[in-house]
């Protein structure tokens, strides 16, 4: 049974070490030098242009072209979760246990601190009366008493650290029950799906249809962009539930789901006259004209300086082929294929949005997290406890300050408590 | 601009100061302090002026937003953490010291050929009130660091004449790793709520971010070994060095050396 016992406490005592902390952190910090100076989430060929084969092998092998979501990474996170937990519970049972009276000092020794004042005329009993106002009272004597100000001082290292569990944990929430995907439009267009990011991407349906109606880009007049503003419609059931305009930093909330300006795109859309007849094809569209099907392959902006071009792939009957159609060079714009005369009249292009997609319930519990790590800090930096000793001494009474680490503090602390009790 | 000449201006004051109280003891023992103030209001003043001059060229925006304006603003930090802790600091030549730091930032900023000074455009991805709040933060945060910095580095010079003596090196050692500590979490906080509501999530593991991270986590390790092992004297200096080293790393490194979310700093 005994043995039972050390083995337990052996492994408590190691989970709650510092030293456990210290070699975790370390390693975190070490992981995040490798995640930063190896490039993530690349493919073999971008590692191959920097690495040999066999360095590859290790990186690919130990996931150090994706540290961040590696096993091993998330697993010294929540290892240094827990140990921050146990080591937290040791202190804080510890601080609890320490607010035990230390021995009343004698008196001709708080006489001669330099952070002693001497109250003639005054009695003990005065002295508390106006001390109690905002000090509390831990024990008392005949010879005075002892108070405490500000004890919450002490518990800013609680606050940290329990605040910073609070965000691993927050952070593990939305691992495990959120996701990010996203959304491309062009004007006018809706979709009641989105594409998952991952490394196969996949579709997830929306119980609602989001609807693009407008997306337009403002430049400033040396041609940086200045706004993106997508105009956005939820429509659920047939109905318009929403309809807000989403720029950069300023996203849009739908059931727990953000919606970001997160890019845009350009989309290609040709003008061809087949025997004289217009007709228009996009880049996803097809084009049937008896039996001739046609699609894009491919479409270029601008090629070789010759202006914007498009790749068409074609079935004529069984027989497959491409052809390149160049929008502004006579010889290149018709062609004939399959007995009929096709020509790339126009190539106009279309802009379109993409929403990025986000939900993430362990968002609100992060805040909580970065709120109380914030005023823990302030507490453990900035305020400090104090101890005040209140003695009674010939005709009058001594009050003395014991400050904490914080040494020109006590001046102003004593000249206050001069004022206080209005003595020189 | 004029905001340039005032920043060239400020510069020069800078250099005049090292320079004449390292020659004039009276100028160092009284009017040290006195002729801080002065300059940091003419930086202060150039600043507002580049303000107000991005207004006449059609953007209108405070000046956070490229590498120029970040410099401007790291040698104004520094500048004020030295007006902050002065009385802590105590000693005309470890001020003189800090004060070098913002001269040297200041004079790579405003004459080297390689940097761009114009005032530019905000990017849409800057268009948050966020800015202020993170960009301040985080400049605090590597003054701080950076006065931690030096106080580690004059640690290991013997205290003879001027340099204080090194337990007044170590309190300032450790206030402004504390102080720099705070803001650098409030930096990397209020990054992460911009980040939210900007990128779509509160952590991308971006470079600087990391960095922002690993710093954070070095400093962390020097408290520990401050407040729970009772570390002091070499161990801190050397630790306070590690950390800004990283703080480097986080600054320029990080935007010179490696692509990412952050890359409009360059």
Request: charged fraction near 20%; aromatic fraction near 16%; hydrophobic fraction near 45%.
């Amino acid at each position: 049974m005994s043995q039972e016992v050390s083995h337990g406490k052996r492994i408590y005592d190691f989970f709650s070490s510092v030293k456990l902390a210290v070699i975790l952190l370390s390693f975190i910090a070490i992981s995040c030098v490798f995640g930063t100076l190896i490039k993530q989430g690349g493919t073999p060929e971008d590692y191959l242009e920097f690495y040999s084969e066999s360095t590859y092998k290790v990186i690919s092998f130990l996931g150090l072209d994706d540290v961040f979501h590696t096993w091993w990474f998330i697993s010294l996170l929540i290892l240094f979760t827990l140990n921050l937990f146990f080591c937290s519970l040791r202190r804080f049972k510890r601080d609890m246990t320490s607010i035990v009276i230390q021995r009343f000092p004698p008196t001709d020794v708080l006489k001669k601190m330099k952070t002693s004042i001497f109250l003639p005329g005054k009695n003990v009993e005065s002295v508390l009366h106006e001390l109690g106002k905002d000090h509390k009272v831990i024990l008392k004597t005949n010879e005075g008493a002892y108070l405490e100000k500000g004890r919450i001082s002490k518990y800013g290292v609680h606050f940290i650290h329990g605040s910073i569990i609070i965000i691993l944990i927050g952070s593990l929430i939305g691992l495990i029950f959120g996701f990010r995907g996203f959304l491309s439009l062009k004007r006018g267009e809706e979709a009641d799906y989105l594409v998952l990011r991952g490394k196969s991407p996949k579709k997830s349906e929306l119980n609602f249809i989001v609807k693009c109606k407008d997306f337009r880009i403002d430049f400033y007049p040396d041609g940086t962009p200045k706004d993106y503003v997508s105009d956005i419609e939820i429509i659920r059931d047939g109905k318009k539930v929403l309809e807000q305009k989403i720029r950069v930093n300023e996203p849009i909330k739908y059931e727990g789901l953000y919606f970001y300006q997160a890019s845009y795109g350009k989309e290609g859309i040709f003008h061809f006259e087949v025997d004289g007849k217009e007709t228009v094809i996009t880049e996803k569209g097809v084009l049937k004209d008896g039996n001739l099907i046609m699609r894009v392959i491919r479409y270029e902006s601008s090629i070789h300086n010759f202006g914007p071009g498009v790749l068409l792939g074609y079935l004529e009957g069984n027989k497959p082929g491409t052809a390149w159609f160049l929008r502004d060079v006579e010889r290149m714009n018709t062609k004939t294929i399959g007995g009929k005369t096709i020509r790339l009249k126009d190539i106009k292009e279309d802009l379109y949005t993409v929403l990025e997609v986000t939900k993430d319930p362990g968002v609100y519990v992060v805040w909580t997290g970065f709120v109380l790590l914030l005023f823990g800090l302030f507490l453990n930096f900035f305020t400090h406890s104090k101890k005040v000793y209140v003695t009674k001494y010939e005709n009058g009474t001594i009050v003395t300050l014991i400050l904490q680490r914080l040494n020109n503090v006590s001046e102003v602390e004593v000249e206050k408590m001069r004022r206080r009790f209005n003595v020189e | 601009m004029w905001n340039e000449h005032m920043f060239l201006s400020a510069t020069y004051l800078y250099f005049l100061l090292i320079l004449l109280s390292s020659f004039i003891a009276s100028l160092r023992q009284k009017y040290l302090f006195h002729a801080i103030v002065i300059i940091f209001i003419i930086h202060t003043l150039a600043l507002l002026i580049r303000w107000v001059e991005s207004y006449k060229v059609g953007y209108g925006h405070a000046p956070l937003s490229n590498y120029y304006e970040s410099l401007m603003v790291f040698s104004w930090c520094i500048t004020l953490m030295v007006l902050i802790l002065r009385k802590k600091i105590n000693s005309s030549m470890v001020v003189l010291f800090i004060i070098g730091g913002s001269f040297l930032i200041m004079a790579y900023a405003n004459m080297s050929p390689s940097i761009d000074r114009e005032i530019r455009p905000l990017l849409p991805a800057l268009q948050s009130n966020w800015l202020y709040v993170h960009v301040l933060t985080c400049f605090l945060a590597y003054s701080s660091f950076f006065l931690s910095f030096l106080s580690g580095i004059l640690f290991f010079f013997k205290s003879k004449g001027p340099i204080p003596n090194p337990s007044v090196l170590e309190e300032i050692n450790h206030k402004s790793v504390s102080i720099g500590f705070i803001f650098l979490t409030a930096g990397i906080l209020s990054g992460a709520v911009w980040a939210h509501y900007a990128w779509g999530s509160y952590w991308n593991w971006d470079p600087k971010e990391t960095w922002s991270l690993i710093t954070w986590i070095i400093y962390a390790l020097y408290l520990h070994g401050r407040f729970v092992k009772g570390w002091a004297g070499k161990k801190m200096a050397i630790l306070s060095i590690i950390g800004f080293m990283s703080v480097l790393f986080t600054y320029f490194g990080v935007n010179f050396l490696l692509s990412g979310l952050h890359s409009y700093a360059t």
